[in-house]
């Protein structure tokens, strides 16, 4: 039995919903299908490891995709979307300049959110978009920049050699990579006295009452990077070389894991669904700095996190948007002279198969196998 078949939304019905408005592309490999959006920046919006009938793996907010009235503040979600940093301090992009930055003066720019990406080439495994436009800070710095974005499904072999595995030849996966290539076409270098750029990729999953996020870490980490909302035990936790996160979507919080203990490689456990998820990104320590995005009055611009985990819900009397959870990393940035680029890529794997071929690949991959990962919130969900 397809233990995602309790998801109610197929992946052809999600489809058929996108087709009202927009025009998916879909890819495909035998039963592995993806579905992206070349009107929303070359998004993925959901998969499949079951063909068009199964479930559809990715939280997207299907509401408004029924509108089809796209507006840049709305969250839409999706498997990976692409979105740039920082979102706030001095050279924040979400503030216009000389305008307060509150919570009711937050402006996403069209270009990070909805505007559409010309579709360049494809084939039946294989997308790229492609758009040129501008962004403008806080700090009234304008960015020309060109964005190319690839999208790929990968076989067994692929994930195989990403996540040094060898996968049993029959297991069920959909697994894809999403890269994208920013470069300054200005006549100007960027510098970091008004501000750089990152590209940042988001993974936007269901959340569930029996669903763990696990980041292996690199050192010893002593505390969590902590947005929006206090860091709950209900909610997080550092055990040993490793970060455990209730992505259980009822309370708004995100964590960051900052360079210094990043390893380029996380994942979830989803119990209920019987679904292992494992995310790989692009990461070289000594390449540049991160920017920041903590959202306190005067973040250190250049002290940012390489990894964050985003949980919906409810803090303060808003949300929840999903709900919905997110997996997502970051890339460096520097000071690029024009005709210089950045390259970032996350690449997702969902898999099912028995328990035991699961654990196995849970611990050569996060380092953990999965009855230790559902004992960790264990209490906190019992107690719910």
Same mark, same amino acid.
């Given at each position: 039995?397809?233990?995602?078949?309790?998801?109610?939304?197929?992946?052809?019905?999600?489809?058929?919903?996108?087709?009202?408005?927009?025009?998916?592309?879909?890819?495909?490999?035998?039963?592995?299908?993806?579905?992206?959006?070349?009107?929303?920046?070359?998004?993925?919006?959901?998969?499949?490891?079951?063909?068009?009938?199964?479930?559809?793996?990715?939280?997207?907010?299907?509401?408004?995709?029924?509108?089809?009235?796209?507006?840049?503040?709305?969250?839409?979600?999706?498997?990976?979307?692409?979105?740039?940093?920082?979102?706030?301090?001095?050279?924040?992009?979400?503030?216009?300049?000389?305008?307060?930055?509150?919570?009711?003066?937050?402006?996403?720019?069209?270009?990070?959110?909805?505007?559409?990406?010309?579709?360049?080439?494809?084939?039946?495994?294989?997308?790229?978009?492609?758009?040129?436009?501008?962004?403008?800070?806080?700090?009234?710095?304008?960015?020309?920049?060109?964005?190319?974005?690839?999208?790929?499904?990968?076989?067994?072999?692929?994930?195989?050699?990403?996540?040094?595995?060898?996968?049993?030849?029959?297991?069920? =996966? *959909?697994? $894809? !990579?999403?890269?994208?290539?920013?470069?300054?076409?200005? #006549? @100007?270098? %960027?510098?970091?006295?008004?501000?750089?750029?990152?590209?940042?990729?988001?993974?936007?999953?269901?959340?569930?009452?029996?669903?763990?996020?696990?980041?292996?870490?690199?050192?010893?980490?002593?505390?969590?990077?902590?947005?929006?909302?206090?860091?709950?035990?209900?909610?997080?936790?550092?055990?040993?070389?490793?970060?455990?996160?209730?992505?259980?979507?009822?309370?708004?919080?995100?964590?960051?894991?900052?360079?210094?203990?990043?390893?380029?490689?996380?994942?979830?456990?989803?119990?209920?669904?019987?679904?292992?998820? =494992? *995310?790989? $990104? !692009?990461?070289?320590?000594?390449?540049?700095?991160?920017? #920041? @995005?903590? %959202?306190?009055?005067?973040?250190?611009?250049?002290?940012?996190?390489?990894?964050?985990?985003?949980?919906?819900?409810?803090?303060?009397?808003?949300?929840?948007?999903?709900?919905?959870?997110?997996?997502?990393?970051?890339?460096?940035?520097?000071?690029?002279?024009?005709?210089?680029?950045?390259?970032?890529?996350?690449?997702?794997?969902?898999?099912?198969?028995?328990?035991?071929?699961?654990?196995?690949?849970?611990?050569?991959?996060?380092?953990?196998?999965?009855?230790?990962?559902?004992?960790?919130?264990?209490?906190?969900?019992?107690?719910?």
């Amino acid at each position: 039995m397809n233990s995602l078949a309790a998801n109610a939304n197929t992946f052809a019905s999600d489809i058929s919903l996108m087709e009202q408005h927009f025009s998916p592309l879909i890819l495909s490999r035998g039963n592995q299908q993806l579905a992206v959006l070349g009107e929303l920046q070359g998004r993925v919006m959901v998969t499949s490891l079951s063909g068009k009938a199964g479930a559809s793996i990715g939280w997207v907010n299907r509401d408004y995709l029924k509108d089809g009235d796209l507006t840049p503040n709305r969250p839409m979600g999706g498997a990976d979307r692409l979105s740039f940093g920082p979102e706030t301090g001095d050279y924040s992009l979400l503030f216009k300049p000389g305008i307060e930055r509150t919570n009711d003066n937050i402006s996403y720019p069209s270009a990070m959110t909805i505007e559409p990406y010309a579709l360049v080439s494809h084939n039946s495994t294989q997308a790229v978009f492609k758009r040129a436009f501008t962004l403008t800070n806080y700090n009234n710095t304008l960015f020309e920049i060109d964005v190319t974005r690839s999208i790929k499904l990968l076989d067994n072999d692929d994930i195989n050699q990403l996540f040094d595995i060898r996968l049993p030849a029959d297991i069920k =996966l *959909i697994g $894809f !990579s999403a890269s994208t290539q920013l470069t300054n076409i200005a #006549n @100007s270098a %960027w510098n970091k006295e008004t501000g750089l750029l990152s590209l940042w990729h988001l993974t936007a999953l269901e959340p569930s009452d029996n669903n763990t996020v696990v980041i292996p870490l690199r050192g010893q980490l002593n505390e969590l990077v902590e947005y929006f909302s206090p860091n709950k035990n209900s909610h997080s936790k550092i055990i040993d070389q490793h970060v455990l996160y209730n992505a259980d979507g009822n309370y708004m919080n995100k964590i960051g894991i900052p360079p210094d203990h990043t390893k380029p490689v996380m994942g979830a456990w989803d119990a209920k669904r019987k679904l292992l998820t =494992l *995310i790989h $990104f !692009s990461f070289t320590p000594a390449a540049g700095v991160y920017v #920041n @995005s903590v %959202w306190t009055p005067n973040p250190a611009p250049y002290a940012g996190d390489v990894i964050n985990v985003f949980n919906d819900g409810i803090v303060d009397g808003f949300g929840p948007f999903g709900p919905f959870y997110e997996l997502e990393s970051s890339s460096h940035t520097r000071e690029l002279q024009p005709g210089e680029s950045l390259q970032h890529t996350q690449t997702t794997v969902h898999i099912q198969g028995t328990r035991a071929e699961l654990d196995k690949i849970a611990q050569q991959v996060l380092g953990i196998g999965l009855s230790d990962i559902e004992q960790v919130f264990a209490a906190t969900r019992a107690a719910q």
